[in-house]
T-cell receptor, first 114, second 111 residues
Framework: QKEVEQNSGPLSVPEGAIASLNCTYSDRGSQSFFWYRQYSGKSPELIMFIYSNGDKEDGRFTAQLNKASQYVSLLIRDSQPSDSATYLCAVNGGGGTSYGKLTFGQGTILTVHP | EAGVTQFPSHSVIEKGQTVTLRCDPISGHDNLYWYRRVMGKEIKFLLHFVKESKQDESGMPNNRFLAERTGGTYSTLKVQPAELEDSGVYFC?????????FGPGTRLTVT
């Protein structure tokens, strides 16, 4: 079992729709959770982070965390073609690891078509 | 505020040669990290500096890799001698607290 798994994708949604990206993690001791967006050939860009159970909203983005189910998701409302990118889920702070080490999922490719 | 910078952006070397990658973190960030993404795989952690000290180097693949951070500022990652499997994109990230900000990466190709 991979430490961090994301829905395999690719995910294609029409412009204006809600895109839902999912991630599960294996280490129950994980403490903080991040979503990065990566355009082709560019660096990962931090777009959301969440530490507590529940929802966290920032503009069109909502991160959801359920530690009991070891599940974190990212919702993108009113999707735009500019949201087309690879979305990376990253997890930090599990048992036996340093607080700094991020463990990444393989990424989900999102395409928003006009 | 300037972001994380890395140099070079791309390096092509032959097997057995030496390459040194450089990372300049965001000013004021004590934490500096190195990650690597090889073709088709997820981004993997290499090591973590706090100021000039190595906090965690559990991800370093072998002793051909040497990372340093001079005076707690910029960092270098040297690969000596390079092997074919070292090809990939090497990312540097820095943070003040938990949130890590990534540089543009160095694409290393070993032929």
């Amino acid at each position: 079992q991979k430490e961090v798994e994301q829905n395999s994708g690719p995910l294609s949604v029409p412009e204006g729709a809600i895109a839902s990206l999912n991630c599960t993690y294996s280490d129950r001791g994980s403490q903080s959770f991040f979503w990065y967006r990566q355009y082709s050939g560019k660096s990962p860009e931090l777009i959301m982070f969440i530490y507590s159970n529940g929802d966290k909203e920032d503009g069109r983005f909502t991160a959801q965390l359920n530690k009991a189910s070891q599940y974190v998701s990212l919702l993108i409302r009113d999707s735009q073609p500019s949201d087309s990118a690879t979305y990376l889920c990253a997890v930090n702070g599990g048992g036996g690891t340093s607080y700094g080490k991020l463990t990444f999922g393989q990424g989900t490719i999102l395409t928003v078509h006009p | 505020e300037a972001g994380v910078t890395q140099f070079p952006s791309h390096s092509v070397i032959e097997k057995g040669q030496t390459v040194t990658l450089r990372c300049d973190p965001i000013s004021g960030h004590d934490n500096l990290y190195w990650y690597r993404r090889v073709m088709g795989k997820e981004i993997k952690f290499l090591l973590h500096f706090v100021k000039e000290s190595k906090q965690d180097e559990s991800g370093m693949p072998n002793n051909r890799f040497l990372a340093e951070r001079t005076g707690g500022t910029y960092s270098t990652l040297k690969v000596q001698p390079a092997e074919l499997e070292d090809s990939g994109v090497y990312f540097c990230a820095s943070s003040h607290a938990w949130e890590q900000y990534f540089g543009p990466g160095t694409r290393l190709t070993v032929t």
